[in-house]
């Protein structure tokens, strides 16, 4: 969920002006936000500002998503890199096609220089297993595994382990192998989970606020819900590290720790959703069903 | 997938102005696109005009919808009788909540009656396991089997089936049980399939065509992603069974038949993505990456 959590989308259906009853639990099963309410300070872990990319649009929205270096640091630091040389500003929403990606870059790429980057990093598709990887007790279609790094989605094999393309998570459009794309384009997920898309292109961050500004847009008239050109695309007007954001300005947000307890209590709560509402839990969760939650905290 | 075909949505990420190479397979395993552009007409099945709604937005928009009386007869029968009462002119977008539902009904219902209806019908939230079920040859986290009946998703415990929570599905709102809600107010899913409300909702339909325009909807300001009031909400101006329609204005979609050879096919394509662009073919597909291809035939 990249949303506030006032507004968990684990709610379910109500008609108009009830109370919330389905953020209720059971006397034996809190619910997901009754879990997080009781949750200690030490549960959750700020993101560094080293990793959190602040993006302006012309509208004045702005979107703000926190990078993976651990995962895809060749690309990751592409990414810093095109941010602070400026490349990104002036850039666009180029691309929104229903149920699949939101896509931004700049619409002249090939007459704009990307100064400083790797132009051909590693492809980063995949990784060694970590040793820190939490495997949910559920099955997945996929993959033999999956589970959370570090509060990151990630599937497993048993030989390798890659990020999830999972709502809100970003990767790195590219041409065909093999090229793996230098980051001056990205893209994230905007409808039920492309899983074909893992290990075939490199997954550097996630959406973590302001995901409705990217999700609310018309979508693309052209092939592939590209827009047609200047008079569609959205224009981006800036894009900040927000570690080179003056600290009065500088947004912080924090992710639930996936190697806490209060991480495995709100999985369950997720997987077993109970209280007056839900007449039959569904013991089970989707990885993409259970993203680490994300809390603004200034 | 319930956009035009030429936007399948299947296609992976490209730099702008590439072809798209990723809508071709390889030597010995053809695109999804591919399977669709040889398929036979047989294939393809009529959507009854007495199961289609062509709701009218006050913006000129039109939403289309599949209702499933064969799953949800009592909650389709008063949808039908709410259509043809005109209960839903005037109506209007209650709610959008990024990453899960758009909902739509009357903001005053409690004002407004509804005429010729059952306001009690069964839950319907589950069915005698279908002889025709077709399960998918892959794993799912929330049910031991899952596949296609007639070319809806459905899921199986072995003991009972029940339809799927995918995208673009619609399911019928609902106070705390025993309310099984009667049809006044609906809602569509537009995130990463909510899996935990199988079984819980009424699931009576889908959206085939103009998805887009109820996603692009600014997300609502208040609480579950309500819209605040009537200077937010989006009126519906007209919703009208297809049946009803002269035969020139009336609209007309075909389904592929998940009982063909043909959707087999595209299953495994979907499954195993190949050619140029895929490095890694992923070898399974979820049944929420397998929606029954839909296009227009007027």
């Known amino acids: 969920m990249f949303t506030r959590l006032l ?6 259906l109500f008609l108009m002006g009830a109370a919330p009853i389905t953020q209720q639990g059971s006397a034996t099963q809190p619910s997901p936000q009754e879990v997080l309410d009781a949750a200690p300070a030490s549960a959750w872990m700020t993101i560094p500002a080293e990793d959190l990319v602040v993006m302006t649009l012309a509208d004045g929205s702005v979107v703000e998503y926190q990078l993976a270096p651990d995962f895809a640091p060749a690309h990751v630091a592409n990414i810093r890199q095109l941010v602070r040389s400026g ?26 220089e990307a100064k400083g980057i790797n132009p051909t990093p590693p492809a980063e598709y995949e990784f060694a ?17 999956v589970g959370h790094v570090k509060s990151w989605p990630v599937a497993s094999d048993g030989k390798s382990d890659w990020l999830v393309h999972c709502y809100g998570m970003i990767g790195v459009a590219r041409d065909v192998a093999p090229d793996t794309g230098s980051g001056t384009q990205l ?27 990217l999700t609310d847009r018309p979508r693309g008239t052209e092939e592939l819900g590209f ?38 209590a709100w999985v369950k709560a997720r997987a077993n959703r109970s209280g007056a509402f839900f007449v039959k839990p ?12 994300v809390r603004g905290i200034k």
Chains 1, 2 share one sequence.
């Open 7 to 12: 507004l968990t989308g684990s709610a379910a």
């Open 87 to 112: 490349y990104f500003d002036g850039a666009s929403i180029l691309r929104v096609q229903d149920a699949y990606v939101v896509q931004w870059g700049r619409a002249d790429e090939d007459k704009t």
């Open 129 to 145: 297993p970590p040793a820190d990887f939490k495997a949910l007790p559920y099955r997945d279609a996929y993959a033999e595994a």
């Open 187 to 213: 893209y994230t997920v905007i409808g039920h989970a492309p899983r074909h898309l893992d290990r075939n292109l490199a997954v550097v961050g996630r959406v973590i606020n302001g995901m409705e500004f």
């Open 227 to 264: 827009y047609k050109d200047d008079t569609q695309r959205i224009k981006i007007v800036s894009v900040k590290m927000a570690a080179d954001l003056p600290a009065e300005a500088r947004p912080s947000f924090q992710v639930l720790d996936s190697d806490s307890p209060t991480f495995a």
């Open 282 to 293: 569904a013991g089970a969760v989707d990885l993409c069903n259970a993203l680490a939650p």
